[in-house]
């Protein structure tokens, strides 16, 4: 098992910027991909930004590109999602999830393991 604990969500203003963080703990060797989904209200989870756990490849999404960076520390076991230039429609809550299988990137289903979720506001 691998648990998964995010943090540094919070409220801020349209074109601030925030940090979120996700410590991995457990059986983190059998990590493949880790990734960030948001679901706002009303919405279905979406795919944010992933990054291989060793190979360090990233992919993020479309409406993230640019202003978004996923990022890791491997002595802490910990994933970054650097949020810069935040927009209303980036208001969501952030789960942070990881995944043995090879091929995942943004299907949330292909995702074993998730943390229990970060509320980010960006006020208008």
């Known amino acids: 098992q691998v648990q998964l604990v995010e943090s540094g969500g919070g409220l801020v203003q349209a074109g601030g910027s925030l940090r979120l963080s996700c410590a991995a703990s457990?059986?983190?060797?059998?990590?493949?991909?880790m990734a960030w989904f948001r679901q706002a209200p009303g919405k279905e989870r979406e795919f944010v930004a992933a990054r291989g756990w060793s190979t360090g490849s990233t992919y993020y999404a479309d409406s993230v590109k640019g202003r978004f960076t996923i990022s890791r520390d491997n002595a802490k076991n910990t994933v970054y999602l650097q949020m810069n230039s935040l927009k209303p429609e980036d208001t969501a809550v952030y789960y942070c999830a990881a995944t043995p299988r090879v091929r995942a990137v943004s299907l949330a289903y292909e995702y074993d393991y998730w943390g229990q979720g970060t509320q980010v506001t960006v006020s208008s």
């Open positions: 457990g059986r983190t060797f059998s990590i493949y991909t």
